[in-house]
T-cell receptor, first 113, second 114 residues
Framework: DGGITQSPKYLFRKEGQNVTLSCEQN?????MYWYRQDPGQGLRLIYY???????QKGDIAEGYSVSREKKESFPLTVTSAQKNPTAFYLC????????????FGEGSWLTVV | DAKTTQPPSMDCAEGRAANLPCNHS???????VYWYRQIHSQGPQYIIH???NNETNEMASLIITEDRKSSTLILPHATLRDTAVYYC???????????????FGQGTILTVHP
């Protein structure tokens, strides 16, 4: 099936530990994105990448890092510097250019205890 | 992003049409209107998008007013599985190219009841 795969679906980590969320897409999309969603809230953009080996900060990049070594993959690392990491994380992708639809993965729940 | 305004909640009877309105009075001439929906604990699902003309696909219809300041998403025969939060979005554009920042507001909670 074509689509966006996020893993793991649920993740628990101790405070102070870094954690990496995986995102893989087989849609041949150039652009990929990471969003964060807190309960009852809208989505906020963390990082985005329009092409391999290039990425840009979104609105809430502090405490997060990404890499884009392959077109299909855009992993997100939640570092210990992120003050409130417990949230629902969504990966998305699209073709580049105006009017291209953004498609989302099923999300990853991160709980830091 | 062009600001969008949606009612916080709506109800619809199963089998009837659900009409979800959205105001986007600050939309620019080359900006699209997108609709997504999100069921609890799942990723947002793309529904439909349009620029000027009305659009229809297997999920829904999108009616855009002539002045493009508002639109309506129509689910022609709502089912219980259509209960979700529906978001109307006008994505940011930078330098004439969308860079994909989607601003999700509070959306409309649609409840379809038997």
């Amino acid at each position: 099936d074509g689509g966006i795969t996020q893993s793991p679906k649920y993740l628990f980590r101790k405070e102070g530990q870094n954690v990496t969320l995986s995102c893989e897409q087989n849609l041949n999309h150039d652009a990929m994105y990471w969003y964060r969603q807190d309960p009852g809230q809208g989505l906020r953009l963390i990082y985005y990448s329009q092409i391999v080996n290039d990425f840009q900060k979104g609105d809430i990049a502090e405490g997060y890092s990404v890499s884009r070594e392959k077109k299909e993959s855009f992993p997100l690392t939640v570092t210990s510097a992120q003050k409130n990491p417990t949230a629902f994380y969504l990966c998305a992708s699209s073709h580049r250019g105006a009017g291209n639809t953004i498609y989302f993965g099923e999300g990853s729940w991160l709980t830091v205890v | 992003d062009a600001k969008t305004t949606q009612p916080p909640s709506m109800d619809c009877a199963e089998g009837r049409a659900a009409n979800l309105p959205c105001n986007h009075s600050t939309i620019s001439g080359n900006e699209y209107v997108y609709w997504y929906r999100q069921i609890h604990s799942q990723g947002p699902q793309y529904i439909i998008h349009g620029l000027k003309n009305n659009e229809t696909n297997e999920m829904a219809s999108l009616i855009i007013t002539e002045d493009r300041k508002s639109s309506t998403l129509i689910l022609p025969h709502a089912t219980l599985r259509d209960t979700a939060v529906y978001y109307c979005i006008v994505p940011s554009r930078r330098g004439g190219t969308s860079y994909g920042k989607l601003t999700f507001g509070q959306g409309t909670i649609l409840t379809v009841h038997p």
